[in-house]
Structures are given as C-alpha cells and as structure tokens.
C-alpha cells in the first residue's frame, strides 16, 4: 500500500508565504511525476505544478512566477513554496504521485488527503 501525507496548509493574509510538503510511504518502487493539484469550492481540480523524476517543471499560468515546487527523489517528497499568495489561491491543495509498487511493478496515480490553503486578510 502507498500513502500520501501531506503538512502546511493553513491561513495567511494576502501577499503572505506558505510552504506544502508530501511525503509518500509504502511499498515503492519509483515514482515518476509528483505534483500539486488545488479545488475550490464549487471549481473542478486544477493542476498547480509537476516535477518529473529527473527535475523538469511545469505550472499553471496562474501561479508562474510565484510558486515553486521541490522535490527529494531519495525521500520521496515533493513541496510547494508559495509566496504571494492571492485570495484566489484559496483552495484544498492535494499532493499527487505517479508510483510503480516495488511487488507488483503496476504503475498508478495516488492522492494525499488534502490541505486546506485560506488567504484571507
């Protein structure tokens, strides 16, 4: 079984910083793209940003420039430093890995519970 935890939600004020982290754990055996995805209330699930196993990047345009994710491919965590944050930011960020078992071999995408992000003044 793969687990996905993810810390550092909370609410900050316009303009402010927060930094997500996710670490996976279980039986694995590599994990290709990690990422970030964000719903807000009454919106679909939208990508944030990926990170592929050897480093390349991708945002959405909406949070260029203002986030950046990490990841530690020995530890198998990814974050999410967000600085500037906008009300619009405010959304449940959920934490996203592309695993092959080490058992099975089969590869599958798996969710973290979420984290709620509230930019508020």
Same mark, same amino acid.
């Given at each position: 079984?793969?687990?996905?935890?993810?810390?550092? /939600?909370?609410?900050? @004020?316009?303009? &402010?910083?927060? !930094?997500?982290?996710? *670490?996976?754990?279980? %039986?694995?055996? #590599?994990?290709?793209?990690? /990422?970030?995805?964000? @719903?807000?209330? &009454?919106?679909? !699930?939208?990508?944030? *940003?990926?990170?592929? %196993?050897?480093? #390349?990047?991708?945002?959405?345009?909406?949070?260029?420039?203002?986030?950046?994710?990490? !990841?530690?491919?020995?530890?198998?965590?990814?974050?999410?430093?967000?600085?500037?944050?906008?009300?619009?930011?405010?959304?449940?960020?959920?934490?996203?890995?592309?695993?092959?078992?080490?058992?099975?071999?089969?590869?599958?995408?798996?969710?973290?519970?979420?984290?709620?992000?509230?930019?508020?003044?």
């Amino acid at each position: 079984q793969v687990q996905l935890v993810e810390s550092g /939600g909370g609410l900050v @004020q316009p303009g &402010g910083s927060l !930094r997500l982290s996710c *670490a996976a754990s279980g %039986s694995i055996f #590599s994990i290709y793209v990690m /990422g970030w995805y964000r @719903q807000a209330p &009454g919106k679909q !699930r939208e990508l944030v *940003a990926t990170i592929t %196993s050897g480093g #390349s990047e991708n945002y959405a345009d909406s949070v260029k420039g203002r986030f950046t994710i990490s !990841r530690d491919n020995a530890k198998n965590t990814v974050d999410l430093q967000m600085n500037s944050l906008k009300p619009e930011d405010t959304a449940v960020y959920y934490c996203y890995a592309d695993i092959v078992l080490a058992y099975y071999r089969t590869r599958s995408g798996y969710w973290g519970q979420g984290t709620q992000v509230t930019v508020s003044s």
